[in-house]
Structures are given as C-alpha cells and as structure tokens.
C-alpha cells in the first residue's frame, strides 16, 4: 500500500502547503499541518472508497486539521493592520515576539497565477480577519472553486450555512480584493533600480520609486511608516545598513518579488538580515513587508551568506 499512496498523495503536496498556509498565515505551521494531513491520510487510505476524488478527500483532511488548529488561535497580522497609527519619529522601535506575526510564502515564479493571486500578503492577510470557518468557507469557494455542495461536504455544513457564511466573508472583505495588487509595467527595470539603490543606501534613490501613500513595515516590530518621507527618516536614522555594505538576493514570495537582504559584518562577511516583500502597482513600490525571522531564509532558498 505504500507504492499506491505515495503515488496518489504526492502530486498535491505543493497545493496543500499552499491551502494550508492560506488558512493558517504561517508558512511553518503550514508545513506542520500538510505532514499531519499526510499522517491522517496514510492511517485512513486502506478505508478509501474512491466517492471523491484522491485531491478532495485530502483537502477534506487538511481543511479540518487547519480548523482544529486555529481553535482558540489569535490572527494572525501584519503590523499595518493591526489599527494603529503609523510611527513617528518620537516612537521607540521595539520588537514584539509575542505577536504571532504573519509569515511569508514562498512561490515559484512558474507558479500557476491562481496560486501567486490567492497567496498575495494582502489576501492572506485580509483572511486573518475571518473567522476560521468563515475563512475555510471562502477559500474552498472562491480560491478551490468548489461547488457550494462540495464545499458543505467537506465541512460537514448545510448547502444554505455555506452560502450564508461565503456571504457574510465577502462582506467584510469588500474593501480588500486579490486584485489590489497589480506588477509594475516594467518590473524589471523597477526592480533592478531598487537592488541598486539599496545596496548603495541611496536614500533619494529608494525614495523616489515610492507610491505617496507607501507602508513600510517590519514585523516583529509593531511599528511601521507610512509616506516616503517617514520612510526616508526611518532608513536614515534606524536601519543599520550603510552605502554599499548590503547585498540583495532575489527570491519571490506570495506571487510578488522579494529579497534577501545581507549586511556585511566586521569579518567582511555579508549574513542575512532581513526578508523584503515588495507590492508595486503603476511602476511605484506601494509597500514593503521586511521579515526578521532569520529562519525564512532557507526556506526560500536563499543561502546562508553572500
């Protein structure tokens, strides 16, 4: 039986993780949650009877393990939207660990696009604010496309309590879509200028490829700036880099481009020291996301130096 579960389980790993990580806005988790759905899998499969497909029955799995694992769960945000105001330059910038901070995803950029648009940091994040089963109902509707029907079944739900709960979602995330979130024209040339200027913490530079209304924020530290010139203080007088003394490895992450970012220490060595996430629309970077978790970096196979 080994043979003939891996060979029918295997093929949707990815698209677990993915499922998994919408539900549940950590990367981490997430994989811990595929390995118990595979688990479940394994010790159920001799009493498969094939009324659904392999694909279904496994989301079935993994859906009401996420669902047991957020009982009880705070969300998970992003400091932008935790609802206060954006720092100034009279704020301390402190970290806060006990905040369980959203976590980037990892994409390929061959990716299919339905999975780079359902993982964008602005829907999951959007996610966070339902509630699990209100969150379990949109995801298998709107992101798996599943029927109504099937969408019930799986959730041991009634056809009517579905439509009611994708309802209720739909009306709180009205103000936030997937398609907020549009690529630059040239992203290329885009990207290429930010690595430069970055690198050479060329503050005008960075700068000017801000929207007017940029965030940038950097999660575990609650605080975040909003507008270029707020960012420029911060940049300028708290982050630590100096003019060429930063490399950026490109990597993608939640379908948007994202870097690595590597400080050069006193032995010469550059080593990791953070995760940058941008969102860009109209040939202007409208936020930036800096992740400080240090363990994010292998799993987006950035090494560990440059």
């Known amino acids: 039986m080994t043979t003939d579960f891996a060979t029918a389980v295997d093929p949707f790993r990815r698209e677990l993780l993915a499922h998994c990580y919408r539900m549940l806005g950590s990367l981490h988790d997430a994989e811990d949650l595929v390995q118990e759905t595979y688990l479940r899998a394994w010790k159920a499969y001799g009493n498969f009877e094939g009324r659904s497909s392999v694909r279904t029955w496994l989301y079935r799995i993994a859906t009401n393990a996420c669902l047991?694992?957020?009982?009880?769960?705070?969300?998970?945000?992003?400091?932008?939207?935790?609802?206060?105001?954006?720092?100034?330059?009279?704020?301390?910038?402190?970290?806060?660990?006990?905040?369980?901070?959203?976590e980037p995803f990892p994409t390929d950029p061959a990716a299919i696009v339905g999975e780079r648009?359902?993982?964008?940091?602005?829907?999951?994040?959007?996610?966070?604010?339902?509630?699990?089963?209100?969150?379990?109902?949109?995801?298998?509707?709107?992101?798996?496309?599943?029927s109504a029907a099937e969408t019930a079944d799986e959730l041991d739900m009634t056809v009517?309590?579905?439509?009611?709960?994708?309802?209720?979602?739909?009306?709180?995330?009205?103000?936030?879509?997937?398609?907020?979130?549009?690529?630059?024209?040239?992203?290329?040339?885009?990207?290429?200028?930010?690595?430069?200027?970055?690198?050479?913490?060329?503050?005008?530079a960075i700068i000017g490829m801000f929207a007017e209304d940029v965030v940038w924020e950097m999660p575990p530290f609650p605080q975040f700036y909003v507008g270029p010139e707020m960012?420029?203080?911060?940049?300028?007088?708290?982050?630590?880099?100096?003019?060429?003394?930063?490399?950026?490895?490109?990597?993608q992450a939640n379908g948007q481009p994202a870097f690595g970012l590597y400080l050069r220490?006193?032995?010469?060595?550059?080593?990791?020291?953070?995760?940058?996430?941008?969102?860009?629309?109209?040939?202007?970077?409208?936020?930036?996301?800096?992740?400080?978790?240090?363990?994010?970096?292998?799993?987006?196979?950035?090494p560990s130096h440059a």
């Open 68 to 102: 047991t694992a957020l009982d009880g769960r705070t969300r998970r945000p992003l400091p932008f939207g935790l609802g206060t105001q954006g720092s100034t330059q009279q704020d301390d910038l402190t970290q806060d660990h006990e905040i369980p901070w959203l």
């Open 231 to 251: 960012v420029a203080w911060h940049l300028t007088n708290q982050c630590p880099s100096v003019p060429h003394g930063a490399r950026m490895i490109v990597t």
């Open 160 to 204: 009517a309590a579905v439509n009611s709960a994708l309802q209720r979602a739909h009306a709180q995330l009205t103000d936030l879509t997937e398609d907020q979130v549009t690529e630059p024209a040239d992203a290329k040339d885009l990207l290429d200028r930010w690595v430069k200027a970055f690198e050479a913490k060329d503050i005008p």
């Open 265 to 302: 220490e006193q032995d010469g060595v550059f080593r990791p020291f953070n995760l940058q996430v941008l969102e860009a629309g109209n040939n202007r970077i409208t936020r930036v996301s800096s992740f400080f978790d240090l363990s994010l970096f292998p799993k987006f196979g950035l």
């Open 117 to 146: 648009e359902s993982t964008r940091l602005a829907f999951v994040a959007a996610l966070q604010h339902l509630p699990p089963r209100q969150r379990a109902v949109l995801i298998l509707r709107d992101v798996l496309r599943l």
